[in-house]
């Protein structure tokens, strides 16, 4: 726990290592984790290419990154939280519930900054009331959040009902349709801009340590200065506030709103971060390992959809890539033990 | 894919010895019939339908496909997949009005011919929409069966929906509109049953002992057709008063069976699949263009009409009676 006191101490330190994942026997193998899940990536890649002359295409590859950036964006908050011992199954709700803010507004004829500002502060109050409920009152954040995610998105089932809303500025467009330069789409560039601003802020600050310590042992991480309820809340802040965002991309990319917007995508983001090797239990993951993971989702979806396979067995071999990714390392320390 | 290349076989066979084997060494035509989820039996029937087309037409590969789920979402990252393998046509039944035009709009930019059957895209999205049916068919529709069961004429009740259900005070409206056409027949009164099934029964009860010489009950009404067949049977009037409307076969077979009902009426999925299929092909290879007013030619379903909104109806809604009831009930 001298560590964790440690926090404010210079990084510089010598012979100073401060641990940021579990350890135990699966140590060795968490650490190679990103690595196992970059070689399945390549080898999807490769399948993908051998399998579908149309794979290989930049436009069509283009076109493939949009199976995953939305997701993307918010399970990297996702994994802060999960690494900090909870978890925000909302998320896909609030996206409906942000939408459907944007929407009314857009109707009221609002321009385009106020309607991401209203993005994205709908997302963080959202993620204000889950933290709430979560700290304040000390409610475990998966019974809050199953209670937010019916309740968000009734919210924009009152509202809008079997209608929907339509008449977004033209500009508005861009988040979810426009192009950086090339086959480089926004939602791409802010995807990648994101993932870099996470993996500092898990890997390289003293808020990430925070996460980590407060995963591992919350009561430790109390005693040890670590103001846990209020690092608590910030996560669930971002977690709320990344939701916003996507809800932001992909309202511009469907250009209306309906209540049933970005139905059950709570499961693919849990899925993602899972898949990226972040422990569902708390205390380890890497954001590296969720922004290969959001590619081998997104790989395996466009590929299977490019040889016409039924949703349904690509449900299947992300179920089973998923069991595989949470069975290994334990099979790995029963065979070690 | 090996049923898929089974069927191609045959489809060529088909063209060699339609077309003396002019298009045999040609890619396929590849159109992609895209539903709101897969494993529906509505869907499947229609996939069927499409083959049918595809058998007829020869050198067309028929890709059916859709997600898991009825979301706009997963409709769309089908439509990125299919736009990647650069097929000649899509043809949706939507999730979503809205969400689906700018994915569709998309393909439309890259060559790809877009259509919409069944459940339609907003006109931007789409070159042409397929409904199964219209108002003024259906209006007619359910009279005529009621009708075709009494040619000395008779007295008929309607059963309907709630008093403020868009689609079936529409169709009772057609359906005023057309009885001149039915001399002998009188409607004696309409009553509401709310889509409930117990109402529907209460009402339909009611309607037998209002009307004690009563021949027919039209429920142009999935939940009341069946209510209205049940209340009928149990009044022991089977054979005296027939029910019909619009219901679904999965529904409607113990009635058929039972004689309470002698037909009924609602779309028929084959010959949707079958219909949008060859107005996809018509389109992407640029023997037809849809603009308002043209006549798009089906194969054996005859022509298609588009009216201002490029929007057109396919035909009248299918008989379902004891005939055929036993194809059907499976399927939808």
Redesign the interface.
Known sequence: MTDLSANSAPQTAPGRHIPDRLQGPGARLLASWELLLLLVAVAIFIANSLA?P??L?A??LS??T??FTEKAMIAFAMALLIIAGEIDLSVASIIALASTAMGAAAVAGFGMPALVLIGLVTGVLCGAFNGVLVTRLGLPSIVVTIGTMSLFRGISFIVLGDG?Y?GYPADF?YF??GYVVWVISFEFVLFALLAVAYHVLLHRSNFGRAVFAIGNNATAAQFSGIRVERVKFILFLLTGLMSGVAAIC?TS????T?P??????ELEVVTMVVLGGVSILGGSGSIPGVVIAAFVMGLV??GL????V???V??IFIGLMLIGVIALPRLWQMWRG | MKLTRRLFGGAAMATALMAAGAAQAEDPMRIALVVKALGIGFFEAAAKGAEEAAQELGNVEVIYTGPTDTTAEGQIEVINALIAQQVDAIAISANDTDALVPALKKAMQRGITVISWDSGVAPEGRELHLNPSSNPLIGNMIIKLAADELPEGGKVAVLSATTTSTNQNTWIDEMNKVMDNYKGIEVVGTVYGDDLADKSYREATGLMQTYPDLDAIIAPTSVGIVAAARAVEDAGKVGQVNVTGLGLPSEMAGAIESGASKSFAIWNPIDLGYSATMLAYQLATDQAEAAPGAEIPMGRMGTLTLDENTEGAMADPFVYDASNIEDFKSIF
């Open positions: 579908s149309y794979f295409n436009w069509n076109d493939a949009f199976n929907a339509r467009s979810g349709q992909l990319r469907l250009g209306s309906r049933s917007i970005a139905a059950g995508m979806t466009f959809g490019l040889l016409n039924p949703g349904i690509m449900s």
